[in-house]
């Protein structure tokens, strides 16, 4: 959802059920397509940078004899598209089932950040490579025969074109920057993405909003008042409309809900300035001190499994 675009629908196929809350991350395949191959696939996502919301990878692919027509589809950079004419393009990418199909791994606010903050941490890039290489594996696990496969590029191209061709021999891959924009696959694949991840924003549900008790004699299991505002604004730190809401949405004991990527330098830094501190009782004894290793001179003395785990304090845990 991008500021104050008219803000898509979210009855999109990749949301079996809009009225449930995204609690774990997930991948959504349409039908496979019955076409002869071989086929291209294009990679892309939306969601990387912001803070609010999932990550989603999205592929789409087709006919390598399919490729003329969709030329002619529409297909680009999302970004560079309105919410309606995405939309209309994601049921165009539904239209021709025999030619035409796609996937996303929708990666959830709670699982970007619980990667992120174990130790040793599973840093974004390698998130992004994990989706990408489940999403290309389980097309080729439906029957799909890949001969082309464009990928967005997530950093310096080449490695990452030497490990995706390492992980399936017999595809030519092609990383490049800007590839959404460069090959029509990708944007099918960017329009996908971005109509998935802004429909989960745009009908986030709380999964902290737990029915209530007994309200009165006549009304039971009455849902709580929603505790957050629904003005996200694009989930990015630099929007306006998004730092306000993180502003209001703290709550100084427990933080924030589950749309939140508590991982985000911009989050830490509201948590350290503005919630309630938290002290680890168990810090500074003298055993765990020699256990950890948190003192000078003592990483020798640390125990295996805190050096295995990088792990310097109690309060990593």
Not at 53 to 63: D, I, K, Q, S
Not at 79 to 86: F, S
Not at 279 to 288: M, N, P, T
């Amino acid at each position: 959802m991008a500021g104050d675009e008219e803000p898509e629908s979210n009855s999109v196929p990749s949301i079996v059920d809009p009225s449930v809350p995204l609690t774990a991350s997930y991948t959504y395949h349409s039908p496979c397509p019955t076409t002869p191959g071989p086929y291209i696939l294009g990679v892309d996502e939306a969601g990387r940078g912001p803070v609010l919301g999932p990550l989603v990878y999205g592929v789409a692919y087709c006919p390598a004899s399919y490729q003329d027509d969709l030329d002619k589809l529409g297909f680009a950079d999302s970004k560079t598209l309105t919410a309606a004419t995405r939309s209309t393009l994601l049921d165009t990418l539904c239209s021709d089932p025999s030619n035409l199909a796609w996937s996303v791994r929708v990666l959830c606010p709670q699982a970007i950040s619980s990667g992120m903050l174990r130790r040793p941490p599973t840093n974004l890039n390698r998130q992004s490579e994990q989706a990408t290489v489940l999403l290309i594996r389980e097309v080729l696990d439906r029957g799909m025969e890949l001969s082309e496969v464009y990928v967005d590029a997530l950093g310096p191209t080449k490695p990452y074109e030497a490990y995706l061709s390492s992980q399936f021999p017999g595809i030519n891959f092609t990383v490049t920057a800007k590839a959404d924009s460069k090959f029509k696959i990708v944007g099918a694949a960017s329009v996908a993405a971005k109509v998935t991840r802004d429909a989960w924003v745009e009908g986030w549900m709380f999964e902290e909003h737990q029915p209530g008790g007994k309200l009165s004699d006549d009304t039971e299991n009455q849902q709580e008042k929603p505790r957050w505002g629904t003005q996200l604004g694009s989930g990015y730190p630099s929007d306006p409309k998004t730092q306000a809401w993180v502003k209001s949405s703290l709550e100084p004991t427990f933080g924030f809900p589950a749309l939140v990527r508590f991982s985000w330098t911009t989050i830490k830094m509201v948590l350290e300035k503005s919630a309630h501190p938290v002290e680890w009782i168990d810090d500074g004894q003298a055993s765990l001190t020699q256990a950890f290793g948190s003192g000078t001179g003592l990483d020798k003395n640390r125990c295996a499994v805190a050096k295995d785990l990088c792990i310097r304090s109690v309060s990593a845990l």
